[in-house]
């Protein structure tokens, strides 16, 4: 079969920093579905798109195609007081725009006695990234998980 819009596909992917530094790699096979959902990156997607089982690729990415460039708006110093006592770098938390219902997860990024600096930016924005990948699997999707743009592998439901 195809891999064509409204079909689920299932790969076993690596995912590298422009260094060659693995950043992340599947144990199992990891699925999601096809045709514009915004269940992989436009341009793997993009990659995807018409080929079959045992298809494998490698798609190098500029930060714009992954995860996004660094926005320096989304780095904020807060007072210290506002954090617990055992704040420190790597923590996160959540936060958001007062009036709005957005949230978004913000990671600590320094502490001092006085402030504490965190980052909205997603931890991969502002790299080139290469995603290589393996076809597993592709399948028909369910009118269901279509409805909801996203697969419903192993019984799962949201």
Request: include cysteine; charged fraction near 25%.
């Amino acid at each position: 079969m195809r891999i064509e819009k409204n079909t689920v596909v299932s790969l076993d992917f690596e995912l590298k920093d422009e260094s060659g530094n693995l950043l992340e790699k599947t144990d199992s096979p990891v699925s999601y579905l096809h045709g514009g959902y915004d269940g992989i990156f436009p341009q793997v997607e993009e990659t995807l798109h018409e080929q079959m089982v045992g298809f494998s690729c490698s798609v190098d990415m500029e930060p714009e195609n992954a995860f996004g460039e660094i926005d320096p708006n989304l780095i904020r110093v807060e007072p210290r007081n506002l954090f617990p006592a055992e704040v420190e770098v790597g923590m996160r938390f959540e936060g958001g725009e007062e009036g709005t219902e957005d949230v978004m997860i913000y990671t600590v990024t320094d502490v001092t006695p006085e402030k504490v600096v965190v980052d909205g930016n997603h931890p991969l924005a502002g790299m080139k990234l290469t995603f290589s990948c393996t076809v597993t699997a592709v399948r028909p999707a369910t009118s269901e998980e279509i409805a909801h743009g996203h697969t419903h592998d192993d019984g799962h439901h949201h």
